[in-house]
């Protein structure tokens, strides 16, 4: 199918009837009204766990268009000792000592555990989105402080949590591929205890898309048809 062909799925919020705007690619459904979000499997609605973002940056005369995100809570393991030093971390990671120490902590230890929580994009992407160079990324390497708002309009989830999961992984592998060559076989798992969507304000500024929280910026065409995705998302 042309993804420009973008059609709407006739559906009604199993909680309080009203009728959704959606996407046919869509994997994960949201309600503007009462804020419920779901997936359709089979013949049955599963609710997923849904929260709207309160933007933290006051602009005036600037449109919000909340896209979703998956925040999964996750326990990563490593069975041997590697020796990472802080030094060892790529800059992105050096940035934020939190996340340094928890990273050199987990390397360092004999059979480690470390509870992380990723941040994995829901909204369709293209080859413009860099893994390590986007809200997601930067989201999971200093968690923001999220407030809740009221439901927004928002599609284009269209990454299922299976889908999330795997990118949380190789999110995770592409930090520890620019860290130290030594530990490229590591072996490493992931057990994914809790996840829900989190509807993230962007405003448009001059070509890009800015997230309303942190003010992390992402080229507007990394995003699959934004121009047809706004249009659901006023």
Same mark, same amino acid.
């Given at each position: 199918?042309?993804?420009?062909?973008?059609?709407?799925?006739?559906?009604?919020?199993?909680?309080?009837?009203?009728?959704?705007?959606?996407?046919?690619?869509? =994997?994960?459904?949201?309600?503007?009204?009462?804020?419920?979000?779901?997936? %359709?499997?089979? /013949? !049955?609605?599963?609710? %997923?766990? &849904?929260?709207?973002?309160?933007?933290?940056?006051?602009?005036?005369?600037? @449109? +919000?268009?909340?896209?979703?995100?998956?925040? #999964?809570?996750?326990? &990563?393991?490593? !069975?041997?000792?590697?020796? &990472?030093?802080?030094?060892?971390?790529?800059?992105? #990671?050096?940035?934020?000592?939190?996340?340094?120490?928890?990273?050199?902590?987990?390397?360092?230890?004999?059979?480690? !555990?470390?509870?992380?929580?990723? +941040?994995?994009?829901? +909204?369709? %992407?293209?080859? =413009?989105?860099?893994?390590?160079?986007?809200?997601?990324?930067?989201?999971?390497?200093?968690?923001?402080?999220?407030?809740?708002?009221?439901?927004?309009?928002? &599609?284009?989830?269209?990454?299922? #949590?299976?889908?999330?999961?795997?990118?949380?992984?190789?999110? +995770?592998?592409?930090?520890?591929?620019?860290?130290?060559? /030594? $530990?490229?076989?590591?072996? @490493? /798992?992931?057990?994914?205890?809790?996840? =829900? @969507?989190?509807? #993230?304000?962007?405003?448009?500024?001059?070509?890009?898309? %800015?997230?309303? $929280?942190?003010?992390? =910026? @992402?080229? !507007?065409?990394?995003?699959? /048809?934004?121009?047809?995705?706004?249009?659901?998302?006023?």
């Amino acid at each position: 199918m042309d993804l420009n062909d973008i059609k709407l799925i006739p559906l009604r919020c199993p909680e309080c009837g009203e009728a959704i705007d959606s996407k046919e690619e869509d =994997r994960i459904h949201f309600c503007s009204v009462c804020g419920s979000g779901f997936q %359709v499997v089979g /013949d !049955k609605f599963k609710k %997923v766990d &849904v929260l709207y973002a309160k933007p933290q940056i006051t602009l005036e005369n600037k @449109i +919000f268009y909340y896209l979703p995100m998956w925040e #999964i809570l996750t326990t &990563v393991s490593l !069975k041997m000792k590697y020796s &990472v030093n802080l030094e060892d971390l790529p800059e992105e #990671i050096i940035r934020n000592r939190k996340f340094s120490e928890l990273l050199t902590s987990l390397f360092n230890e004999k059979e480690a !555990k470390k509870k992380m929580i990723f +941040f994995v994009p829901a +909204f369709g %992407v293209t080859n =413009r989105y860099h893994l390590m160079d986007q809200p997601g990324f930067q989201f999971t390497v200093n968690p923001p402080k999220l407030e809740k708002d009221s439901p927004k309009n928002m &599609v284009g989830a269209e990454y299922s #949590i299976e889908d999330a999961e795997e990118i949380a992984k190789v999110m +995770f592998l592409s930090i520890r591929a620019h860290t130290r060559a /030594d $530990i490229l076989d590591a072996n @490493i /798992d992931f057990d994914f205890h809790r996840y =829900r @969507i989190v509807g #993230i304000p962007f405003f448009e500024e001059k070509g890009m898309l %800015v997230d309303g $929280i942190k003010g992390y =910026r @992402i080229f !507007k065409d990394a995003l699959r /048809d934004w121009d047809r995705l706004k249009k659901h998302v006023l």
